[in-house]
């Protein structure tokens, strides 16, 4: 409830997208992972993380989809 909106208001709505991303519990087991093996960098996510192979191969088609997107 405490997103805001383009004129920096708040939005007073709920952000449906925090439900798809992964749990806070399942993000530190990655990045203590990662710690563990002296990673340099390390991408933490789920499945919204083939976004970065898209973004790296296809960038046209990667913003195209970006900007199509309906902000809930």
């Known amino acids: 409830f ?3 909106n ?3 208001e708040k939005n007073n709505k709920e952000d449906k997208s925090k439900y798809r991303g992964i ?3 399942e993000c530190a087991r990655q990045v ?3 710690i563990r093996k002296n990673k340099v960098e ?3 996510g789920g499945k919204e993380l083939r976004a970065i192979w898209i973004k ?3 960038p046209a088609f990667f913003f195209k989809q970006i ?3 309906k902000i809930e």
């Open 2 to 4: 405490n997103a805001m």
């Open 67 to 69: 900007l199509k997107q």
């Open 56 to 58: 790296r191969y296809f």
């Open 6 to 8: 383009e004129r920096g």
């Open 32 to 34: 203590l992972a990662a």
């Open 42 to 44: 390390v991408f933490i």
């Open 23 to 25: 749990m806070a519990g």
